[in-house]
Nanobody, 116 residues
């Protein structure tokens, strides 16, 4: 069974930075695109960023362009989300995602709270 385990969330002040990690296992990580999504209270889950299997960036949400960077290390089976200049509206649970044979797989999520 595919496993995705996020880490790195926490409480940060506006303007601060965090780096999220997602450790993947039980599938051939280097063969699949990966994505980060987020879900704020009372809102739908939204795509934040996606990356190809070889590290090319597919897309960023307009709201995070220029502030967030997605990357991956296929040797470590890990995908990252570097988040800079965080804003209160970035507060959400962040989820790692991959799609294999038409099925979505999700991690348990990591909470990011941006507040002074």
């Amino acid at each position: 069974q595919v496993q995705l385990v996020e880490s790195g969330g926490g409480l940060v002040q506006p303007g601060g930075s965090l780096r999220l990690s997602c450790a993947a296992s039980r599938f051939t990580f280097s063969s699949y695109p990966m994505s980060w999504y987020r879900q704020a209270p009372g809102k739908e889950r939204e795509l934040v960023a996606s990356i190809t299997s070889t590290g090319g960036v597919l897309r960023y949400a307009d709201s995070v362009k220029g502030r967030f960077t997605i990357s991956r290390d296929n040797a470590k089976n890990t995908v990252y989300l570097q988040m800079n200049n965080l804003k209160p509206e970035d507060t959400a649970v962040y989820y790692c995602n991959t799609r294999i044979l038409g099925r979505n797989y999700w991690g348990q999520g990591t909470q990011v709270t941006v507040s002074s």
